[in-house]
C-alpha cells in the first residue's frame, strides 16, 4: 500500500471520525435540551419511566466524550509511525521534515480534546438537568398524595 494513501487515510479517517463523533455529540446534547422543555412531569406514573425517557440518548455523549482522546491519540501514534516509516525508507533525518510531520501528527490528539471536552460538558449538563427533573417529580408527587 502507497503511503501517502495510508497517511491520508489515518489523517481524514480520525479526524472525519471524529468530527462525526462531535456533531452527533452536539445533536443529541441539543435534541435532549429541547425535550426537556418539553418535558410534562405530570403524565408519568412512575419515576422508572420518567427516568427512562430523561435518560434516553445521553450514554452516548458520555461515551464520546470518555473515547474521543483515545480515538485522537491513535491518530497521533499512526502519524508518528507513517513518520518514521517515511524517514526509515529515505535515510533523510531532515529535523525540518521530522518536526513539521510530528507536529502534524499531534493534530489528531487535538482533535480529540476538541471533542472530549464539550462531551464531557453536555453529559454533565444534562445529568444536572436529569437530577433536577427527577426531585420535581418526586415533589409533585408528594403535592399530589398531600391534596
Known sequence: MDIELLKNLVDYGVIGLLGLMSFIALWFWVERVLFYKTLD???YNTKEALEIDVTNNINIISTFGSNAPYIGLLGTVFGIIITFYVMGQSGDLDAKMIMTSLALALKATAMGLLVAIPSIIFY???????EVILAKWDIYQKEKLAN
Open 41 to 43: 412531569i405530570s403524565k
Open 124 to 130: 454533565n449538563h444534562l445529568s444536572r438537568r436529569i
